[in-house]
């Protein structure tokens, strides 16, 4: 049996006797088994999907550059749901694939495939979730985004996985943040954005900085993931719209017309708002997985939103823990909009407008808990931190079940909606 919150990865290296044993359970010269069915002996199958990759050879994933060729199959009960497709995959995330043992992965399918019903597109991410007991943060919050109505909001679907034989849990399958018909759809062109606020930006990304509104040597780093390999002239574009934007927002004032929307998608910038107000998500602090679009000559759109797992009171910061208090709207780009009185008076409204859609939160939980009741004990058998916090290096709370982990996030959700109701004037 497999050592309980390890990462057993490290055993499967590429090696003369794995390629042989392959080569046995297959056909003649193969690199991969010839049964993608997982083996459920000690993780029985629980309702949910279950994604199976085999790397080529069983090649280790040691970090998130190399991308190592691979194939996926679906599978239910007894039976592959899908045909076996040609991938690569990768290490992704920053802490989360750096700090903890159940990593997330990036991978990108040879050509365009659709995966558990989602639009078919290359791009994917597996999303470990190891910090959120509930499992649930993301997906809620992905789904309320597209309740609110957002230009777009990434789709995503639970799965658990298997990764060269070897059961990984419960991951969200889960749409990456790209320019496509089905994504983020504007333009593919030099001068059509997807930009995220970034303080994790790597070595070799394009980043661009802007110091209107912080005072240091750099100042505030903003990473554009399309268009890829843009231009000087593209790049030099988009740092001059954010630093002109920002110079317009120290103009903003209580009690005159401001003109946001001249520059800004007022009612885009209040559904990604509200989405991560309501979360008190570490995350929308504009440090970083703060993203928005913009194409020349049109106003920034905010979102999609991205990573919920430490928001909804699952941070080590007490403050943040809290039920009641605005946590954003001293951020940044907020605490400028946050004078304006037209855009407090749009914030209100669309609270008010979208007050059912904020509770039916409260409803998905439930919903979803029966559909993984069964997948979270094999996912808690493999990481034992549902109830040992010794092992997990956020030191999260400890439950006594799966159900009290739901019941913790459900009764925060609960009060934070009713302390906003208290504060946003009808």
């Known amino acids: 049996m497999e050592a309980e919150g390890q990462a057993e990865l490290a055993d499967d290296d590429l090696s003369l006797s794995v390629k042989n044993s392959l080569v046995s359970e297959g056909s003649s010269k193969s690199s991969y088994p010839s049964s993608f069915k997982p083996n459920d002996k000690e993780y029985p199958y629980a309702g949910i999907p279950r994604v199976v990759i085999e790397t080529e050879y069983r090649q280790v994933i040691n970090d998130r550059e190399t991308e190592i060729p691979a194939k996926l199959q679906i599978w239910g009960?007894?039976?592959?749901?899908?045909?076996?497709?040609?991938?690569?995959?990768?290490?992704?995330?920053?802490?989360?694939?750096?700090?903890?043992?159940?990593?997330?992965y990036k991978i990108e399918f040879e050509k365009k495939?659709?995966?558990?019903?989602?639009?078919?597109?290359?791009?994917?991410?597996?999303?470990?979730?190891?910090?959120?007991?509930?499992?649930?943060?993301?997906?809620?919050?992905?789904?309320?985004?597209?309740?609110?109505g957002a230009y777009y909001a990434p789709r995503c679907e639970f799965a658990e996985l298997y990764l060269n034989g070897k059961y990984l849990g419960v991951?969200?399958?889960?749409?990456?943040?790209?320019?496509?018909?089905?994504?983020?759809?504007?333009?593919?062109?030099?001068?059509?954005?997807?930009?995220?606020?970034?303080?994790?930006?790597?070595?070799?990304?394009q980043v661009v900085f802007s110091d209107?509104?912080?005072?240091?040597?750099?100042?505030?780093?903003?990473?554009?993931?399309?268009?890829?390999?843009?231009s000087e002239a593209a790049l030099n574009t988009i740092q001059n719209h954010i630093q002109n934007f920002e110079n317009f927002l120290k103009t903003i004032k209580s009690g005159k017309k401001n003109d946001i929307e001249d520059w800004?998608?007022?009612?885009?910038?209040?559904?990604?708002?509200?989405?991560?107000?309501?979360?008190?998500?570490?995350?929308?602090?504009?440090?970083?997985s703060v993203y928005f679009s913009w194409i020349k000559g049109e106003l920034i759109r905010m979102g999609p939103v991205w990573d919920f797992d430490?928001?909804?009171?699952?941070?080590?910061?007490?403050?943040?823990?809290?039920?009641?208090?605005?946590?954003?709207?001293?951020?940044?780009?907020?605490?400028?909009?946050?004078?304006?009185?037209?855009?407090?008076k749009s914030v209100n409204q669309f609270w008010n407008l979208k007050r059912d859609e904020f509770g039916a939160v409260l409803d998905s939980i439930d919903a979803k808990r029966a559909f993984?009741?069964?997948?979270?004990?094999?996912?808690?058998?493999?990481?034992?931190?549902?109830?040992?916090?010794?092992?997990?290096?956020?030191?999260?709370?400890?439950?006594?079940?799966?159900?009290?982990?739901?019941?913790?996030?459900?009764?925060?959700?609960?009060?934070?909606?009713?302390?906003?109701?208290?504060?946003?004037?009808?």
């Open 372 to 426: 993984l009741s069964k997948a979270a004990k094999n996912n808690f058998k493999r990481w034992n931190v549902l109830k040992n916090t010794s092992i997990d290096l956020w030191k999260g709370k400890a439950f006594s079940s799966y159900d009290d982990a739901l019941s913790n996030l459900k009764n925060w959700l609960s009060k934070r909606i009713q302390w906003i109701d208290s504060e946003v004037k009808k």
């Open 264 to 288: 800004i998608d007022v009612e885009e910038s209040v559904k990604h708002y509200w989405v991560q107000e309501l979360a008190k998500n570490p995350d929308a602090e504009f440090y970083t």
């Open 171 to 205: 991951y969200l399958l889960t749409e990456t943040i790209k320019i496509g018909k089905n994504r983020v759809n504007i333009p593919k062109d030099d001068y059509s954005y997807i930009v995220e606020v970034d303080g994790k930006y790597k070595t070799g990304e």
């Open 113 to 148: 495939q659709s995966v558990l019903g989602m639009p078919k597109d290359k791009d994917w991410a597996l999303i470990a979730n190891y910090y959120d007991k509930s499992l649930m943060r993301n997906f809620i919050s992905y789904r309320l985004s597209a309740a609110l």
């Open 212 to 230: 209107v509104l912080k005072n240091n040597t750099k100042g505030k780093p903003f990473r554009i993931h399309d268009p890829k390999n843009a």
């Open 310 to 344: 430490l928001a909804f009171g699952n941070h080590v910061n007490t403050n943040i823990n809290l039920s009641d208090g605005w946590h954003l709207r001293t951020k940044y780009w907020n605490d400028y909009l946050f004078k304006s009185d037209e855009y407090i």
């Open 77 to 104: 009960e007894n039976e592959s749901e899908s045909e076996i497709m040609d991938l690569t995959i990768r290490g992704r995330g920053n802490t989360s694939w750096t700090d903890v043992p159940k990593k997330s």
